[in-house]
């Protein structure tokens, strides 16, 4: 693989690849390697650039989808859930059976929302959420809609329930707490790392797709 304005060989860049779908750190690699941990670093910078890039550029989801947001961020006391201070709120569409699509939200207003989802979603889709009332909206658009109350049960029957989103939200938080920290900056970036990993199963299909992505912007 050979990503543009890189000074390591193709080779080097090849085992940094590796060892990021791995899951191993960069100062890892780079002690493996032999290379600057600086240089590592930046390496896999440059490798979430580029799936945060290649992500954005996904077709529209169409089926069955489920939509719902979380809260990502330190240890904190105080609120929880929804208006939890200090912590980021990051909205995701799921394709059951299928890949899924994530966001930081600025808030989660249906002003906010609504055209993302008319962005990602297939109209006459069967969307599914939760009883958030911004989904109330859902209940005369273009789409079929159904909510589940998790006051009261997590799931109705074996179709109503939201359950492949929340799975992949337990996946991006357990991806997350790895990095012991992540500036807020850089968040956007690590939040399409857990993603890729995520849409892209096994280390071998994640640096098949970061290699088949390289080529396309040389």
Known sequence: M???????S???QLKLA???VAGSTARTAADLCGINPKTAMLFYHRLRQLIAQSLAESAPFAGDVEIDESYFGGYRKGRRGRGAAGKVAVFGI???????YTMI????RRETLMPVIRDKVVPDSVVYTDSFNVYDVLDVSEFHHHRINHKVEFSRNKTNHINGIENFWNHAKRTLRRYNGIPRKNFALFLKEAEFRFNYGSPAEQLRQIKRWSRQVR
Do not use: I, S
């Open 2 to 8: 050979h990503l543009k304005h890189c000074r390591l």
């Open 10 to 12: 193709e080779k080097q």
């Open 18 to 20: 590796e060892f990021f």
């Open 94 to 100: 799921l394709k059951r059976g299928g890949r899924v």
């Open 105 to 108: 939200a600025p808030d989660l």
